[in-house]
C-alpha cells in the first residue's frame, strides 16, 4: 500500500543552524510534492511545491529537493529562528487517475533561541 | 488572499446526533476538501468535491456525507456522531489548475468532541 513517512519525533536545534526535514515514500510515484506549515490549532499553510523532474527549489530560507530514486524529500531551513517552531508536512500528489492527495504525518520542529 | 472559513472552532455533541460543519471559500476554486486530523495519522482524506453537485469519496468516508449545492460552500455531515468521530476537522480548497497553482489551503479547523 502507498506509505508516506516522516520522522515522528520532534527535531530541537538551535537558533541559527539548519534544520533538515525528511519525507520518505513508497508505492507512490507523485507528479509533486508540497511542503506545509501547521501552527498549533490551525490549519496547515502552504510553503512550497516541487516537481518529479525538478531536483531542488528554494525559498529565502527555504530549500526542498526530491529525489524520486530514492524516493525522498528533504526540506531545509538555513539561519532558523524560534518562529520556525511549528510542525511541518510533506504532501504528495499524484494526477494519475483519481487524483490524489497524500499527507505525511509531520513533523515537529523546535527552534531554541 | 484566500480564505476559507469554518462555521466553528469548537463543537460539542451527544453520540447519535446529526452534526453539520460548514466551509465556505471566497476565492472561486474548484475543488474543495475535507479532511480529519488525528495525532499519529496525519491528514486523513473523507470527502472532495472537483464541482458543484458532485463528490468523491476519500480514504475514511464511512459515517459521513457532503453536500456542495453552491461552488463556495461544502459542508461535512455526520449522520449519526459518534465518539470514534471526535477529532479534528479541517476543510481545503484548491483552483485545480497547473501543478504550480494547485496547492490547497486551508480552513482553522473545526475541533468536534462527541460525547
Known amino acids: 500500500s502507498q506509505k508516506i513517512e516522516q520522522n515522528s519525533e520532534a527535531l530541537n536545534i538551535q537558533e541559527g543552524k539548519t534544520a533538515t526535514l525528511t519525507c520518505n515514500y513508497t508505492?507512490?510515484?507523485?507528479?509533486?510534492l508540497q511542503w506545509y506549515r501547521q501552527d498549533p490549532g490551525r490549519g496547515p499553510v502552504f510553503l512550497l511545491l516541487i516537481r518529479e523532474n525538478e531536483k531542488e527549489k528554494r525559498k529565502e530560507r527555504l530549500k526542498v529537493t526530491f529525489d524520486t530514486t530514492l524516493k525522498q524529500s528533504l526540506f531545509h531551513i538555513t539561519a532558523s529562528q524560534p518562529a520556525d517552531s511549528a510542525t511541518y508536512l510533506c504532501a504528495l500528489v499524484s494526477t494519475s487517475g483519481t487524483y490524489k492527495y497524500i499527507f505525511g504525518t509531520g513533523t515537529r520542529l523546535k527552534v531554541l533561541a | 488572499d484566500v480564505k476559507v472559513t469554518q462555521s466553528s472552532r469548537y463543537l460539542v455533541k451527544r453520540t447519535g446526533e446529526k452534526v453539520f460543519l460548514e466551509c465556505v471559500q471566497d476565492?472561486?476554486?474548484?475543488?474543495m476538501f475535507w479532511y480529519r486530523q488525528d495525532p499519529g495519522l496525519g491528514l486523513r482524506l473523507i470527502y472532495f468535491?472537483?464541482?458543484?453537485?458532485?463528490?468523491e469519496k476519500g480514504d475514511i468516508p464511512e459515517g459521513y456525507s457532503v453536500s456542495r449545492e453552491k461552488k463556495e460552500r461544502f459542508s461535512l455531515i455526520l449522520e449519526s456522531a459518534s465518539t470514534n468521530q471526535t477529532s479534528m476537522y479541517l476543510c481545503?480548497?484548491?483552483?485545480?489548475?497547473?501543478?504550480?497553482?494547485?496547492?490547497?489551503?486551508f480552513g482553522p479547523g473545526t475541533r468536534l468532541t462527541v460525547l
Open positions: 508505492n507512490y510515484s507523485p507528479a509533486y
Open positions: 481545503a480548497s484548491s483552483d485545480g489548475g497547473t501543478p504550480s497553482t494547485d496547492t490547497q489551503y
Open positions: 468535491s472537483y464541482d458543484v453537485k458532485m463528490k
Open positions: 476565492m472561486d476554486h474548484e475543488n
